[in-house]
């Protein structure tokens, strides 16, 4: 598989790795806008772009990839306001997007546990719920991509919530989600459920970065012949 990585930060380098040590080819690495001009043949020789730039970039990087008519998967968060214009656009130009907002199989098994723990606990009188992240200190958006998708997972399920806020809350129509950036932590994610006499706590911690590049590089695999748009629900059939 030939690859082209948008974003050379700590992903983008991880990226590169791992894809070299599973026999693919990195045949272009952009950084900067001058690298599309730069480096276009070479995009153009892709089978698809694996992108973990920065929010304010990442839509322009999305649209150029619809352009050039390459699949793009993206790790990058903090850009779902505009998420329904991207998707129109790449059904509009018979384009790929794969996105998720965490590529570790791992996460997505939590995802699907906060679901269904939301569902029982909804049923349930007498406890609160909150959502904690923690992330390393260079992490630009608060929450995480995960968090958000982890909180509206959980509003989705609660009847009583209608909404979430980066704080802590009194409101119980709003689920507090709190954001830390602290030293090397590559992520961890916890829901707690707390009432008068106990806790109920469901928590996933990423050891390194290796799980993250993994489920990219199979969501790669996984779309580089596929139009439409994709999700880490599509890859994982469970």
């Known amino acids: ?15 590169e790795k791992a894809a070299l040590r599973n026999g693919d080819s990195v045949v272009a690495v952009i950084d900067s806008p001058t690298d599309w001009n730069e ?23 999305f649209l150029k990839s619809f352009a ?45 546990l906060n679901r269904e723990l939301a569902r029982i606990m909804n049923q349930v009188d007498g406890y609160g719920v909150k959502v904690k992240e923690t992330h390393h200190i260079q992490k630009i958006d608060a929450p995480s991509g ?43 994610h916890k829901v707690i459920y707390k009432s008068n006499v106990d806790e109920i706590e469901l928590i996933h911690k990423a050891k390194s970065r290796a799980a993250f590049t993994q489920g990219a590089l199979l969501a790669a695999a996984f779309v580089k012949d596929k ?10 059939n469970y």
């Open 39 to 61: 480096q276009l043949q070479e995009i153009k020789e892709a089978d698809v772009i694996i992108d973990f730039s920065q929010p304010d970039v990442a839509v322009e990087i």
């Open 68 to 112: 050039l008519n390459k699949p793009v998967v993206t790790g990058t968060t903090g850009w779902n306001d505009q998420l329904e214009m991207v998707r129109k656009k790449c059904i509009e130009t018979d384009a790929t997007l794969f996105y998720a907002p965490n590529f570790s199989i791992g996460v997505n098994i939590f995802f699907k």
């Open 146 to 188: 995960t968090a958000i998708k982890t909180g509206e997972d959980i509003i989705l399920h609660t009847d009583e919530l209608k909404s979430w806020v980066n704080k802590a809350s009194d409101d119980p129509t709003e689920l507090p989600i709190i954001s830390k950036r602290k030293g090397k932590v590559t992520g961890t």
């Open 227 to 236: 139009k439409g748009i994709f999700t880490m629900e599509d890859l994982i």
């Open 1 to 15: 598989m030939k690859i082209a990585i948008t974003g050379y930060g700590k992903m983008g380098k991880e990226i």
